[in-house]
């Protein structure tokens, strides 16, 4: 589309891969007036719209590869989003961008004037907005964010000004623009101010912090509202009603009052998240609210009906009215309690005023603050006799009678009525007339019965001082890194019920831990809790590096300058050139159910990380919660801070000043009942549940007292203690028998405990001892376990030199033995004397026999140790009579030799490994043991009972052919003595 000399308005057209050549565009202006609206320009390369001489105003479009050229042109750009396509402006241009959004490309001005505001430049490559050849660009709130350098020079990220060009900056942000984000070369300038800068540059309110934007990575790069570029800026700079967002420019993101622009594109938009407070209240009878019964909160001006609910409320006392009714007693006027996220419901009740005949009316009583209203009628005269009043003396107080329907109502003075005087009420008709006096008794208000206790001996406790103020350190027992450096750390716990952190507070807590900028640094401080009714900060209270927890009722940032910051200290010592990752900053969680502060520019909270050393990346910021957000009442409710509370409410009582102390109770009374009743109680802690329990029932306690007029120690009014030398004796006396038996408990408690002491030591010994013996234990094991394949080989080789002599078969020791029988017999046959006699041999023969079989039975159960334990410890029984005077040994030999065949062939390898393979679940380390002792103990009775069975069957295989040792050494003896072959 070419236009010469033209004024032609493009709406909402589709400008698709034109292009001739160096000269190629979409759209060619000579000379012309052109406008272009909601238009989309794709690959037109090298140019979408070029320019030359004339004006175009270009709004609502967008364009990817192919840029805008401007030659001697005015232009105006709005609303336009560009992808890989850039803005180049020559020849004296005048440019004007708003609002608009740039990746990939950026803007390049050669000899032109530009005016860029409200607009997003990310990842565009070779410098992002180029200033050439005497050049001048102003940038308002601008966001630059992930730009890389000029390649050639290796800077200017974000901005490159050369040959005498100049730049002007305001309330914009640069974030990782890579090193030296704005780069002037020949005789050019970059003046900044209230901008944030990596590294910090010079010029009014600029700052070095992480923006902390929304989400960074999706290109997200709204504020959070706790950014310290939130209200940082300068409303002169401003030209434009609204962000690039379409969103109000100027606004009160901080909450502060105060309402101040924003550095960067977009303004961080406060969302009324609520002060989760309800209020509502209910009138009763319906007929009373149907009347027109109402209520308010002291101050409004317009009665609220029945029912109505009133929310957002700062979370506080309220003091509630109620509507006067013709007909009805009004409520007495009611204070009640706001807390954030716990509605408050209240019914209250009006009562009907009474109607009397004129002699039935009963006398009245009124007390200061309330009304005596009651309608009276005629007895007997009937509705058309005429009604009227008198009093003597007349009092003070607002009087009111109505003839016309009977209604009487008084209202006392509180200070002139004080005596009872008569009202006389009289009805006439036609010469006729009721009349009847009564008497009317107004009532003083009474001080509450404890302001009579005593009057205030002493100055209102002043709750900053340290009397109400616990704090307590623990020191780690090893080196953690902390700021970069290893070293002890600190956890710091502080309680009080109003905890200050302000220069040359009494207290000394502002100069003890917060570390001012440039130091010197606190910089060991890892963890800080704190727990208050109120905590304020009166000054730049810094913490590097710190977890901060927060349970306080109200937070008050009090002065200009206060605010709460964990960005750490970078302790480490860096080498030259030597790059570093920055350090993380520190989590911030508020549980908090109000937040105030005065007004000031800049932000109140910063977790901002560390840039890193010679280009390093930047450290992570750290967390920042807190409950105003979220749903969570009472959630800064600790047992600390209401510690500290009560400790101030008993001074106050004790000083003198019941009032004071009785509010405060009755206040902590409804917090704690609240507390108790919510769905989360369940969830807390059990040490905190007994705490809460336990304050609550001293609450209860001290406004008992506080109710039935007694002092602090529960003396009732006048008491004086008796001052006699007799009655101070005797209770001197008392008090020193009180004394010895709690000395003497003192002792003894002592003397149980070293003690207990003692024994507790004994015991650790015994212990590790046992346990060593353990070891040893299970390392012989170990090693008898290792024998098993070798004894098993042994037995196996035994079993084959026996053999065999049977019908299966003759082999070995016993075959050899068979044929020595025949022998033996031959020859018994030839002695003719001892035919009738038990042969010797048989006996030495089954003795032998005995000896080979006991000695493979001991070697099947124990190997070699079995063997020798067969011979040495004489456990092994002798064979019966009956046996020895068999005349056929045989059966009995091969009887034992059956039972050493089925003792080889037990898998004693097999079985043992499976036993072992028990053990594997039992603990070996003896911390996991103690920790463990019943499962331990488990694991050994199975596995004793295991062995304990195995060890049983053995026992009962070779009952029967167990041997005494004494039996063996003897039938061996005869056979020597008789037979030279033995």
């Given at each position: 589309m070419r236009n010469v000399e033209s004024s032609p308005t493009v709406t909402d057209c589709v400008f698709d891969r034109n292009g001739w050549g160096e000269v190629a565009c979409g759209i060619d202006n000579l000379d012309s007036s052109l406008e272009i609206s909601g238009c989309r320009f794709d690959d037109n390369r090298p140019h979408s719209i070029i320019n030359r001489a004339g004006s175009a105003v270009i709004t609502d479009s967008t364009f990817s590869l192919g840029s805008i050229l401007n030659d001697g042109t005015n232009v105006e750009?709005?609303?336009?989003?560009?992808?890989?396509?850039?803005?180049?402006?020559?020849?004296?241009?005048?440019?004007?961008?708003?609002?608009?959004?740039?990746?990939?490309?950026?803007?390049?001005?050669?000899?032109?004037?530009?005016?860029?505001?409200?607009?997003?430049?990310?990842?565009?490559?070779?410098?992002?907005v180029w200033n050439y050849s005497g050049s001048s660009a102003t940038m308002v709130n601008c966001t630059f964010v992930e730009n890389r350098p000029d390649a050639w020079y290796g800077g200017g990220g974000?901005?490159?000004?050369?040959?005498?060009?100049?730049?002007?900056?305001?309330?914009?942000?640069?974030?990782?623009?890579?090193?030296?984000?704005?780069?002037?070369?020949?005789?050019?300038?970059?003046?900044?101010?209230?901008?944030?800068?990596?590294?910090?540059?010079?010029?009014?309110?600029?700052?070095?912090?992480?923006?902390?934007?929304?989400?960074?990575?999706?290109?997200?790069?709204?504020?959070?509202?706790?950014?310290?570029?939130?209200?940082a800026g300068s409303d002169a700079a401003v030209g434009v009603e609204s962000d690039l967002g379409g969103n109000p420019r100027v606004v009160d993101g901080s909450g502060d009052g105060r309402v101040c622009v924003d550095m960067g594109a977009y303004e961080y938009q406060r969302e009324s998240t609520g002060l989760g407070t309800l209020l509502q209240i209910e009138t009763w009878p319906q007929e009373a609210a149907d009347d027109g019964a109402g209520w308010r909160l002291a101050g409004e001006g317009a009665w609220r009906v029945s029912g109505e609910t009133v929310c957002d409320l700062a979370p506080g006392y309220y003091e509630v009215e109620f509507k006067e009714l013709d007909g009805w007693f009004e409520p007495a006027s009611m204070r009640v309690c706001v807390m954030r996220d716990l509605p408050h419901h209240s019914t209250v009740t009006y009562g009907p005023v009474g109607t009397y005949d004129i002699g039935q009316i009963p006398p009245g009583e009124v007390e200061h603050g309330a009304a005596l209203a009651f309608y009276v009628k005629p007895a007997a005269l009937g509705p058309d006799a005429v009604l009227g009043m008198t009093a003597e003396p007349?009092?003070?107080?607002?009087?009111?009678?109505?003839?016309?329907?009977?209604?009487?109502?008084?209202?006392?003075?509180?200070?002139?009525?004080?005596?009872?005087?008569?009202?006389?009420?009289?009805?006439?008709?036609?010469?006729?007339?009721?009349?009847?006096?009564?008497?009317?008794?107004?009532?003083?208000?009474?001080?509450?019965?404890?302001s009579l206790v005593s009057s205030p001996v002493q100055t209102f406790p002043d709750d900053e001082s340290r009397d109400y103020l616990f704090v307590t350190e623990i020191v780690s027992e090893t080196d953690e890194v902390l700021n970069g450096v290893a070293k002890p750390v600190h956890s710091v716990t502080i309680a009080g019920k109003t905890v200050v952190f302000e220069p040359g507070h009494s207290n000394g807590l502002y100069e003890v831990y917060s570390s001012p900028e440039g130091g010197p640094y606190v910089a060991d401080?890892?963890?800080?809790?704190?727990?208050?009714?109120?905590?304020?900060?009166?000054?730049?209270?810094?913490?590097?590096?710190?977890?901060?927890?927060?349970?306080?009722?109200?937070?008050?940032?009090?002065?200009?300058?206060?605010?709460?910051?964990?960005?750490?200290?970078?302790?480490?010592?860096?080498?030259?050139?030597?790059?570093?990752?920055?350090?993380?900053?520190?989590?911030?969680?508020?549980?908090?159910?109000?937040?105030?502060?005065?007004?000031?520019?800049?932000?109140?909270?910063?977790?901002?990380?560390?840039?890193?050393?010679?280009?390093?990346?930047?450290?992570?910021?750290?967390?920042m919660t807190w409950t105003l957000d979220e749903l969570k009442p009472l959630a800064w409710l600790s047992p600390y801070a209401v510690k500290m509370v009560l400790a101030h409410a008993r001074d106050a009582y004790l000083y003198g000043y019941t009032g004071e102390a009785n509010a405060i109770l009755a206040e902590y009374r409804e917090l704690l009942e609240a507390s108790m009743a919510l769905d989360t109680w369940a969830g807390l802690e059990a040490s905190w549940q007994l705490e809460f329990e336990q304050m609550h029932g001293e609450v209860v306690t001290l406004l008992h007292r506080l109710g039935n007029g007694l002092d602090y120690f529960g003396n009732p009014p006048g008491w004086v203690p008796m001052l006699s030398f007799e009655v101070t004796k005797a209770f001197y006396e008392q008090e020193i028998n009180r004394a010895v038996r709690v000395l003497y408990l003192s002792y003894w408690v002592q003397n149980k405990a070293t003690t207990i002491a003692e024994k507790s030591a004994a015991l650790a010994r015994s212990r590790e001892a046992v346990w060593g013996q353990t070891q040893d234990f299970a390392e012989q094991y170990r090693q008898i376990q290792a024998l098993i394949p070798k004894l098993k080989s042994d037995a196996a080789q035994i079993a084959a030199r026996i053999g065999r002599a049977d019908s299966g078969g003759c082999s070995?020791?016993?075959?050899?033995?068979?044929?020595?029988?025949?022998?033996?017999?031959?020859?018994?046959?030839?002695?003719v004397q001892k035919r009738h006699e038990v042969p010797w041999w048989k006996k030495a023969l089954k003795g032998l026999a005995s000896v080979v079989t006991s000695t493979i039975g001991g070697a099947a159960s124990g190997g070699q140790a079995g063997a020798v334990a067969g011979l040495a410890t004489g456990s092994i029984s002798a064979l019966s009579d009956a046996f020895l005077a068999q005349e056929d040994p045989w059966p009995a030999i091969n009887n034992r030799t059956s039972v050493a065949k089925t003792f080889y062939d037990i898998d004693f390898e097999a079985a043992t490994g499976q036993w072992l393979n028990g053990f594997e679940a039992i603990p070996d380390d003896l911390q996991v043991v103690e920790g463990g002792g019943d499962t331990y103990l488990q694991g050994l009775r199975v596995q004793a009972a295991t062995m304990a069975g195995g060890m049983h069957q053995i026992k009962e295989a070779l009952k029967e052919t167990s041997l005494s040792n004494e039996e063996v050494a003897a039938e061996l003896k005869k056979i020597k003595a008789k037979d030279p072959i033995f």
């Open positions: 750009i709005i609303g336009c989003a560009f992808v890989d396509a850039q803005v180049y402006s020559a020849y004296n241009s005048v440019v004007t961008v708003k609002n608009c959004t740039f990746e990939g490309e950026g803007m390049f001005n050669s000899g032109s004037q530009a005016e860029v505001v409200n607009c997003v430049f990310r990842l565009c490559d070779w410098g992002t974000a901005i490159f000004n050369r040959y005498n060009s100049h730049a002007v900056v305001r309330n914009c942000i640069f974030w990782d623009n890579g090193p030296d984000a704005l780069h002037n070369e020949d005789s050019s300038t970059t003046t900044v101010t209230y901008s944030n800068v990596p590294g910090g540059w010079p010029g009014e309110g600029n700052i070095d912090e992480y923006p902390l934007f929304i989400d960074e990575e999706a290109g997200d790069f709204r504020l959070r509202w706790f950014s310290p570029c939130v209200d007349a009092p003070a107080g607002e009087m009111t009678f109505d003839p016309g329907t009977g209604l009487f109502v008084y209202r006392p003075h509180d200070d002139a009525d004080v005596m009872p005087f008569d009202a006389t009420f009289t009805a006439t008709q036609g010469g006729q007339m009721e009349e009847q006096t009564i008497e009317v008794s107004p009532i003083a208000d009474l001080p509450a019965e404890f401080i890892k963890e800080m809790t704190i727990y208050a009714e109120t905590l304020v900060i009166g000054g730049p209270l810094h913490l590097p590096q710190t977890e901060v927890r927060i349970y306080a009722r109200r937070l008050l940032l009090d002065g200009p300058d206060s605010y709460i910051s964990t960005k750490p200290y970078d302790g480490r010592t860096v080498e030259p050139g030597q790059t570093l990752p920055g350090l993380d900053g520190g989590d911030l969680c508020m549980h908090i159910a109000s937040f105030s502060c005065q007004p000031a520019g800049g932000w109140r909270f910063r977790v901002s990380g560390t840039s890193g050393p010679n280009g390093g990346a930047i450290g992570t910021p750290g967390e070995g020791l016993l075959c050899e033995l068979k044929r020595k029988e025949e022998e033996l017999i031959a020859r018994a046959d030839r002695i």
